[in-house]
């Protein structure tokens, strides 16, 4: 069975980063090792959240992982709370990084043309740093705009968004994969591109007007399950877009409304047998 290392926080309530990343990926069939860097009360979206960082705790997991000769097929790393634990994100991509380990980097930090409120400039170079490091990334437009020093739009032509890939490339990534990209009136999506095929993907789906939290985190959750299960990139990557999609349709029809997060407990059967 292959085994996926995937370092995020734990937001107890609100359907997000580690909460989303277990269930997902063990869905598919993969053993999911969890590193949590924080636990906070809900995500940020709510007010007054608790937070309590665990950074003291990285180092003393890791090395016993280390001991134990415990290796990874991939590691995936979301939502991480700080410059310092990005730093220590970097030396477990060092220390665990075999000849057959996957990394896949989402740098979680902006969207809309905005950073998150907990994130500044030097964030966004460690960050990058990080992606430098990864042999997949998976950022959206605004996280790519920062990152690259590109102006970002809301507008765009597919020249913008191969612009911006080719930019990535040269941050490091073998692939490069940004999420939200619509190329159609009414559709939305996303295009990668492997930089030592010089291949593009472009992949597009229906447009749903509504935004939930967690949805990023359903994606990439999603895309390195199916990696895992021996999908290329561009199926991959396909099926997480497929999934997401419809994952947002079903919680849009729940009466209970969850606008915290979506409903991807009552779609994960269905996930199982996407092709
Ligand atoms: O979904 C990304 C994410 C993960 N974890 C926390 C967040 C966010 C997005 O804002 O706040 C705590």
Request: negative net charge; charged residues 25%; aromatic residues 10%.
């Amino acid at each position: 069975m292959k085994r996926v290392l995937t370092i995020q926080d734990i937001s107890c309530f609100g359907k997000c980063s580690l909460t989303i990343a277990l269930p997902v990926i063990s869905a598919l069939g993969v053993e999911t090792v969890i590193l949590p860097t924080a636990v906070l009360s809900t995500h940020t979206l709510f007010s007054d959240f608790t937070v309590k960082d665990l950074s003291d705790q990285i180092e003393p997991i890791t090395n016993h992982w280390k001991k134990e000769g415990i290796t990874f097929d991939a590691v995936y790393t979301g939502y991480l709370g700080s410059i310092g634990q990005i730093d220590q994100v970097k030396e477990i991509f060092r220390t665990f990084k075999g000849e057959n380990t996957a990394v896949i980097v989402d740098p979680v930090m902006a969207d809309n043309g905005k950073l998150y409120a907990a994130f500044d400039m030097d964030y966004v170079k460690k960050n990058t740093e990080l992606c430098a490091m990864a042999d997949i990334i998976v950022p959206n437009i605004t996280e790519a705009a920062f990152m690259t020093g590109m102006e970002y739009k809301e507008k765009y032509e597919e020249d913008y968004i191969r612009e911006l890939l080719e930019k990535l490339a040269g941050l490091g990534a073998k692939i490069s994969v940004l999420t939200g990209v619509s190329l159609e009136e009414g559709k939305t999506g996303i295009m990668g591109y492997d930089r030592e095929t010089g291949e593009y993907y472009v992949y597009q789906n229906r447009r749903i007007d509504a935004s939930y939290h967690g949805t990023g985190d359903l994606f990439s959750s999603t895309f390195v399950g199916e990696m895992m299960k021996g999908k290329n990139w561009k199926d991959a990557m396909r099926i997480a877009a497929d999934y997401t999609a419809h994952t947002i349709e079903v919680t849009l029809k729940n009466p209970e409304n969850p606008w915290y997060g979506v409903d991807f407990e009552a779609t994960i059967p269905e996930l199982i047998g996407m092709e």
